[in-house]
């Protein structure tokens, strides 16, 4: 019950949020957005077909008018069609965030999962060689830039030059079989990147977390460290934790993907929405766009409840 | 007379810092015998914390490690026992509670996990039984209602309650030492007093000796037999308790009990304090550490340093108050 009240409280704020990141990303977007007038009439236009595509698109209408309609849209959940191909929004959406998610998953979960286990065990081993090297390793690895580490990937493990393994580009995934072909190298490439700040993070709130009265008082019981680390500190560190974990969430599905979906050629949503502010596709810009603000209010809801299931003092108010 | 429980001999503890090698304690001996109260004395920073956490090999390391002297306690040093064996002897042989009631347990657990924990660790009980003990623990206590109690969490409850939860943990595996530091400093003064009670209550039914470390004398007064008081590292006097508070024979004993307020005597114009202040543990005179504050100090003393000279009741003073 008290669970319930607060999701309706919290969805309830939560749309003055997604109001205002739509109407500035709209205002944003039909002042200094392309317009697609000009791709679509072909060459020497008339006067009157430029008006007549300008109709069409809804260009001729107030702006006031215009955000109106997108906010009847969002509420309807008719997205319109792409201005480029003609396609049902919907439609697309409901195509590439299962690739794009299909995609980034492994390499988020992999990469957190990995970040904590070695911020245990170099926290465990704070000031003595183990943990010396981890963070220089994750030093280096936060150095490298994504792009390099993509295209060296590319290079060892997808082309002539270097082991030749898996596919380089493209997605044609009809079975398990296929999927972990396309998708070793691309969450090879995410670990990689991510490793070296997830793992910087979560040693430091679990060095931090060791110093606490509770991990002396349980060390004088005879705690061993395994159950010491691994039960007691790790649960203390839970709430960091899954605040990092969950708003890193919507980044890694709409825009984290761009330039991985980008450098393998894989047509997730990132690929349609890099496509569609190149080319000023708005209905897609604007989908996405609402998408992600909506996503970010559920991921905050979603956030407090796991923190109330973490941690007995935290009231749900 | 009896075999001595725990007998510590020139126990000496470093820590590395910034600026240098500190030894907060520095060849502390003392004997504790079996079902004993012993109070540790001292201000803030006399290494009598220092010296409880190295009984159970707790001294933070790095940056601290106990650099000489022997614990023996049950027929081995516990100096030269391994991390692994140290692990049995905690909570089991000896337990330690802490003065932080409120940080000291672990805010995320139930009462009941934490207990249940300590208890699996250190005796063979399936899940079910150590609950039954555990809040078979609490109620002994002085735990009201202990079976609703034990699915709480530690911020549900009060300070002393959780103090009393600390201490049903440090005895559930039946101790025979239990030291106690500043085990009530935090707690307001009615239930400081309950806490003293319900641990001198359960020291006779668990026939264990008690080491309260502490910076009360009053509680000292209340609780111990016999007390040790400590001074920059150093033990300076340990005598029983009446004869400390009758006749106490280092000068920075008698200092410590004319600092303390009294009900009964005329006010004087101003509460007497002892002048100067502790000397810093980088730059340790070469003589008695308290001479520099010391009424009756001696040529000798800012040469030499005194030693203790017994362990019962003795006070390491080359000009002591004659008894």
């Known amino acids: ?36 007038t000009y791709e679509l009439v072909g060459k020497n236009p008339t006067a009157e077909q430029i008006a007549e595509v300008r109709a069409e698109l809804g260009y001729d209408q107030p702006v006031a008018v215009r955000y109106l309609d997108y906010l009847r849209e969002l509420v309807t959940l008719d997205l319109g069609f792409s201005d480029s191909t003609g396609e049902r929004v919907s439609a697309i959406l409901a195509r590439t965030i299962p690739i794009s998610a299909a995609v980034a998953l492994p390499g988020f979960i992999l990469g ?29 690895g936060m150095s490298i830039s994504f792009l390099i580490v993509i295209i060296a990937f590319q290079i060892l493990l997808s082309s002539s030059y270097g082991l030749n393994l898996f596919p380089v580009r493209g997605w044609d995934v009809h079975s398990i079989g296929d999927y972990v072909l396309y998708v070793t190298v691309p969450t090879l490439a995410t670990v990689f990147v ?61 825009s984290g993907s761009l330039l991985i979906e980008s450098y393998f050629g ?36 979603l956030t407090d409840i796991m923190y109330r299931w973490v941690d007995p003092r935290v009231a749900l108010k | ?60 390391q790095p940056p601290g490690r106990i650099a000489g002297g022997s614990i023996e306690f049950g027929g081995r040093d516990l100096v030269q026992t391994s991390e692994d064996e140290m692990r049995e002897i905690r909570g089991s042989d000896i337990s330690m509670i802490f003065q932080e009631p409120m940080t000291a347990l672990n805010p995320v657990f139930t009462i009941g996990t934490q ?65 106690a530091d500043e085990p009530t400093t935090a707690l307001d003064v009615t239930t400081q007093a309950q806490v003293l009670e319900q641990i001198n209550k359960l020291q006779e039914e668990f026939r264990m000796a008690v080491i309260l470390v502490t910076h009360d004398l009053g509680v000292v007064a209340e609780t111990c037999r016999r007390a040790m008081v400590m001074y920059c590292g150093k033990i300076v ?47 340790l005179p070469p003589g008695c550490r308290f001479a520099a504050r010391c009424e009756r100090v001696l040529d000798r003393c800012r040469a030499e340093q005194p030693e203790l000279s017994g362990r019962d009741s003795a006070a390491a003073c080359f000009n002591p108050e004659p008894a």
């Open chain 1, 1 to 36: 019950m008290e669970l319930l009240q607060y999701s309706l409280r919290k969805i309830a704020t939560g749309i003055p949020l997604v109001i205002g990141v739509t109407l500035i990303s709209f205002l944003l977007m039909v002042y200094f957005g392309p317009d697609k």
């Open chain 1, 112 to 140: 957190n999962l990995f970040g904590v286990l070695l911020g245990l065990f170099a926290a465990f081993y704070r000031g003595v060689w183990p943990d010396k090297f981890i963070m220089a390793a994750a030093a280096i």
């Open chain 1, 194 to 254: 991510a490793l070296g700040y997830n793992t910087r993070f979560y040693r430091s709130v679990i060095v931090e977390e060791t110093t606490r009265d509770y991990v002396r008082t349980a060390r004088a019981f005879g705690m061993p460290a395994g159950p010491l680390y691994y039960k007691l500190i790790l649960k203390n560190c839970m709430i960091p934790i899954i605040t990092r974990i969950m708003f890193s969430i919507p980044f890694v599905v709409i």
């Open chain 1, 266 to 301: 894989i047509p997730g949503v990132g690929k349609v929405t890099y496509d569609a502010i190149v080319t000023g596709d708005q209905p897609i810009l604007k989908a996405v766009v609402a998408l992600t603000a909506v996503l970010l209010v559920a991921v905050q809801l």
């Open chain 2, 1 to 60: 007379m009896t075999e001595p429980l725990l007998r510590v001999r020139d126990l000496a503890v470093e820590f590395d810092t910034e600026q240098g090698v500190v030894r907060a304690v520095d060849g502390v001996s003392f004997d504790i015998y079996p079902e004993e109260t012993v109070g540790l004395v001292g201000e803030s920073g006399c290494g009598k914390t220092v010296t409880g956490l190295s009984l159970l090999g707790l001294i933070p």
């Open chain 2, 115 to 179: 207990m249940v924990d300590v208890l699996r660790l250190h005796k063979p009980l399936s899940a079910a039984q150590a609950r039954r003990e555990a809040i078979d623990m609490l109620g002994h206590v002085g735990i009201p209602a202990p079976a609703r109690r034990i699915e709480e969490y530690p911020h549900q409850l009060s300070g002393g309650q959780r103090q009393r939860v600390m201490i049903a943990m440090a005895l559930s595996c039946g101790p025979k030492l239990l030291v």
């Open chain 2, 237 to 283: 006097e340990t005598a029983p308790i009446e004869e400390l508070f009758a006749r106490p024979r280092h000068p920075y004993t008698m200092g410590l009990l004319n600092s303390i307020p009294r009900i009964h005597e005329q006010r004087p114009e101003r509460l007497p304090v002892i002048p100067g202040r502790v000397p810093d543990l980088l730059h």
